[in-house]
């Protein structure tokens, strides 16, 4: 149980360092929207200088420079010569902005799934639409939010048959056991 709970806060620490460049994501997206282009243009600075290899960070910073310097057809160009790479990009902003505009409340999970907490301690649920991953503490029978951040799918959906088949299981799982990095595969 320590080793699974050491585990848990582990993950959930490495999660809430990672969830801090999707903050500064949405910072720039923000700032955009209600058209403080410096504003978000220096964010968008912070965020490449502080994540040098965050993809869609560099994206967002080079089509706001683009942009500035009156280059319309950056991501036209990036299109031709990167495709499904930037078009994954794209999506994955999308998701990301559709989240923090319009978020779930642990109320809303519980409404929406139908969860029943029961005994268990920890709930990790993952909302394939939505591409987020959430994880919930039972507190005296009521999921309490502890964090969320996003989380990307399988290339081709849903469903998976095999392994390698580039597709996300679905399903109900339990943690039942530590395995070391070591004995994992590569």
């Not at 243009?41 to 965050?54: D, F, G, H, M, Q």
């Not at 869609?56 to 683009?66: K, T």
């Not at 799982?173 to 990095?181: E, S």
Request: charged letters at 25%; proline letters at 5%.
């Amino acid at each position: 149980m320590k080793r699974w709970l050491l585990s848990v806060i582990l993950c959930l620490y490495g999660s809430l360092i990672w969830a801090e460049p999707e903050d500064q994501l949405i910072q720039v997206l923000r700032a955009l929207q209600q058209g403080h282009i410096d504003k978000a243009l220096s964010s968008a600075e912070v965020l490449k200088k502080t994540y040098p290899n965050y993809r869609l960070g560099q994206l967002l910073w080079l089509q706001l420079n683009a942009t500035l310097a009156g280059d319309t057809d950056l991501l036209a160009r990036l299109q031709q010569r990167h495709g499904m790479a930037l078009q994954r990009l794209l999506a994955e902003a999308q998701v990301r902005w559709e989240h923090a505009r319009d978020p779930l409340s642990p109320q809303q999970w519980v409404q929406r799934w139908i969860l029943r907490p029961g005994s268990q301690p920890w709930w990790v649920v993952v909302d394939l639409a939505g591409s987020r991953l959430y994880l919930f503490r039972n507190q005296n029978g009521q999921l309490v939010k502890v964090f969320d951040t996003y989380v990307s799918k399988g290339r081709k959906g849903i469903g998976k048959q095999r392994e390698g088949d580039q597709r996300t299981p679905v399903g109900i799982y339990r943690i039942v056991d530590w395995i070391p990095d070591e004995k994992l595969p590569p």
